[in-house]
């Protein structure tokens, strides 16, 4: 007797119809003639959610990575020295235990072209986040060609307005971010190509792409993962591909560590983190830390659904962990169950949708100090690659929801559930961009951000640090008025203090305290912040220079002198050491060891106007005019 036919499983139809969209695809100038438009949507969508950072100038770690790095602004001359030195080498002058040189390259071509231009910065930065959503819809067509292409554009325009890239696409340095989300997808891309047609050149492309991705950024690592759970949800038909996907990823891999560690001495760096940046990464309790990051994962997944409020900063004690589990924490925890139950639950019924969650989960992973310690605790640039699994989960719910057939490449149930699909969408694309374009206007600059921010958070000890640093530093310094000078100071004192409050341990803190009182002519209380910052970090080089000129402006020169070297043992390119140290020297009257400081600061960073300064005074007081006039020349 024959047997009824077994009823096909959705996850079996699903099989079936990414089978028959692979045996008979669109032809390809017809699949590019019909997604042209969109490409023009994307760049369209872009250039209106963030064409008004345009205006903004350099903020945040703009100034670490760019204005103030003195490798990256002598211009692209010093592309070598990128590639053989850290990240902040230029800034911090010490180790910093990351390499990243990609964006490096790109800031100091772009400063070559421009010199101190951030217009140019943030126009790069937009045409680079277009060339992500190209790559993406091109990527998701591949990957999906069974779906319907809405729902696929539907996710990348949703991608491309999402908020919780305001960091990423709005901050110059973030570069690095994008870069590393470029070329990762222009890998996955071509590796899926490679499966799909056996072309050996797709294969070459993805390892090479890959490669490009760990020079933008280490967090490249993350394809991997993701390229298994592609494979495995989308191409198990193509297992015999499997080994040569591998190792396009593994063999880039490999050369990037083996390049790693020998710029940076050892394949995980020399990075320290603090508690102030991460407390959560330096939590002693085991099961503190693990509650402290399931919070942070739910908060990512509360971003995603509802990206407000957005700050920069979430450092100590924006996440208190000390008074053990609380409300946000559970929050958290039934978050991340919930999401991992419904990776489950979907993944039969409903691939696409376990699939874009196992995708949050990875491009959030190794940020959840879980695995690893990195250096911040919650950062909203951390979600731009996982944000990606948000949007397609998204836009593929919205069409169940509007029970429209996914599974199928062309057939929509019927014209009014689409257009409901399409306006919903469109309104979240509105309220997006709405708010997008709200937040970009905080990052117009420093005090603009820092001082939107302190409210949001306000039990951040950096929010508070960040604000009065920019107060006493920048404000305050450039103020002509002297009531409104001395103001600007004790405000920015006042704002280090809160910062201090929250974390007594911030030597940082403490020595800025000290800076706001050395330039209120206030030098004895400044000497005392200064010591202070010691006390909690003797290898604080900033505190120690400053006590140093404490003791410069007391005529104490023996003292200072000592002082100095020490800071600058400590920090062999501290240039503003060197400069106050061959002070020391010609205030002496010891002026052939003041030319040797000196050059060795102008050797550092040549564009530094008091090396040069003080290299013309020097020599003037040495009698020698034709080289007191060589540097005379260099500061017109």
Not at 97 to 113: D, H, K, N, Q, T
Not at 406 to 435: C, G, N, P, T
Not at 584 to 590: D, E
């Amino acid at each position: 007797m024959q047997q009824p036919k077994k009823k096909p499983t959705k996850r079996e139809k699903f099989q079936q119809s990414h089978e028959q969209a692979k045996a008979a695809p669109k032809p390809a100038s017809s699949v590019q003639k019909s997604i042209m438009p969109f490409y023009l949507l994307i760049t369209l969508l872009a250039l209106i959610t963030y064409g008004n950072t345009l205006s903004n100038g350099y903020v945040l770690d703009d100034f670490s990575v760019i204005k103030e790095n003195n490798i990256v602004n002598q211009g692209a001359k010093n592309i070598g020295m990128i590639f053989k030195t850290s990240y902040r080498t230029g800034y911090l002058n010490v180790n910093d235990g990351l390499y990243r040189p990609l964006s490096l390259v790109m800031f100091a071509i772009e400063w070559s072209l421009s010199p101190d231009n951030p217009f140019l910065g943030h126009l790069m930065n937009i045409l680079v986040y277009i060339c992500c959503g190209f790559i993406l819809l091109k990527t998701l067509l591949r990957l999906l060609p069974h779906l319907n292409e809405n729902v696929l554009i539907a996710a990348v325009l949703l991608f491309m307005a999402h908020p919780i890239h305001t960091e990423v696409a709005g901050n110059i340095k973030s570069r690095d971010e994008l870069l590393c989300f470029l070329f990762s997808f222009i890998s996955i891309y071509q590796v899926l190509k490679y499966v799909d047609t056996g072309k050996i050149l797709s294969l070459i492309a993805g390892a090479l792409s890959i490669f490009i991705a760990f020079l933008a950024k280490e967090s490249a690592i993350l394809v991997i993962p993701i390229m298994g759970l592609m494979l495995f949800y989308f191409r198990r038909d193509a297992s015999t591909k499997y080994t040569g996907a591998a190792a396009a990823m593994l063999l880039p891999l490999a050369l990037y560590m083996l390049l790693r560690k020998g710029i940076l001495g050892s394949f995980a760096g020399l990075q320290s983190v603090t508690t102030i940046d991460n407390p959560i990464g330096t939590q002693a309790n085991f099961f503190l830390k693990l509650a402290g990051s399931m919070q942070v994962l739910g908060d990512y997944f509360q971003l995603f659904v509802l990206p407000h409020p957005l700050i920069y900063d979430y450092s100590y004690n924006s996440i208190p962990l000390e008074s053990g589990m609380n409300l946000s924490i559970l929050i958290g925890i039934l978050i991340v169950f919930t999401a991992l139950m419904l990776v489950f639950i979907t993944y039969k019924k409903h691939p696409v949708l376990s699939f874009s969650l196992l995708f949050i989960f990875a491009g959030l992973s190794l940020y959840s100090n879980l695995f690893i310690t990195i250096g911040a605790a919650k950062a909203e640039r951390f979600t731009f690659l996982a944000s990606m699994g948000f949007c397609l989960g998204l836009s593929y719910l919205m069409a169940l929801l509007f029970k429209l057939n996914v599974a199928d490449l062309s057939k929509w149930s019927s014209d009014e559930k689409r257009k409901q699909f399409s306006y919903v969408i469109a309104l979240i694309l509105l309220l997006y961009s709405i708010k997008t374009i709200s937040r970009n206007m905080d990052w117009k600059d420093n005090l603009t951000l820092y001082t939107h921010d302190v409210d949001l958070n306000p039990q951040s000890a950096k929010t508070h640090y960040y604000l009065g640093n920019e107060l006493i530093k920048k404000i305050g310094e450039e103020e002509k008025d002297s009531v409104k000078r001395k103001a600007f100071l004790l405000k920015g004192i006042e704002e280090v203090k809160k910062a201090v409050s929250i974390f007594p341990e911030y030597s940082d803190g403490w020595t800025q305290i000290g800076v706001g009182f050395y330039k209120l002519n206030l030098m004895d209380s400044a000497a005392v912040y200064f010591q202070k910052g010691l006390q909690y970090n003797p290898s604080n080089s900033v505190a120690l220079s400053n006590l140093g000129a404490y003791y410069f402006n007391k005529g104490r020169f023996v003292e200072a002198i000592d002082i100095f070297k020490k800071s600058i043992d400590l920090n062999p390119r501290f240039i503003d050491a060197m400069i106050n140290l061959g002070s020391c020297y010609g205030a002496s009257g010891n002026y052939s060891e003041a030319i040797v400081w000196f050059t060795k600061a102008y050797e550092l960073d040549p564009s530094n106007k008091k090396a040069i300064n003080f290299l013309a005074v020097t020599y003037m007081n040495m009698k020698e005019p034709e080289k007191a006039a060589f540097y005379q020349n260099l500061l017109r």
